[in-house]
């Protein structure tokens, strides 16, 4: 389950209830709890995202993060994955919503270019 206080959870569960009352299946997963290799049998992943101090990710987020940036990813390994990042940070930082921009350069690393151009429909939103 999700904090129940907290900047990701003030927008992750608006976003979460939102596709419930319309009609859209979804989960609702604390990063902690879930395992990045699941992320090529999924449709559409909604990345909200906080960034702690100089554009660090926050405690719960470094796994993950380092999951993703990690060497060995393979280049077409998230090919066809849909997803959105909500990145979320404090405009008084240098980096502000760093970890935001930092997760969409997932489209950069490991989507292939014609899909990315073809299908994948993102979006960046820095609070």
Not at 68 to 92: H, I, P, S, T, W
């Amino acid at each position: 389950s999700l904090p129940k206080t907290g900047p990701v959870a003030i927008y992750a569960r608006p976003l979460h209830k939102g596709g419930t009352v319309g009609g859209v299946p979804n989960r609702l997963i604390d990063v902690e709890e879930y395992s990045p290799f699941q992320l090529p049998d999924e449709k559409l992943v909604i990345v909200v995202v906080a960034t702690y101090g100089e554009g660090e990710p926050t405690d719960s987020m470094k796994s993950f993060n380092d999951w993703l940036f990690d060497d060995c990813r393979m280049d077409n390994e998230l090919e066809g994955l849909k997803y959105a990042v909500f990145g979320l940070g404090d405009k008084q930082y240098k980096f502000y919503c760093h970890m935001g921009v930092e997760v969409d350069r997932l489209s950069l690393i490991h989507i292939s270019e014609p899909t990315r151009l073809l299908s994948i429909s993102y979006a960046v939103f820095c609070l």
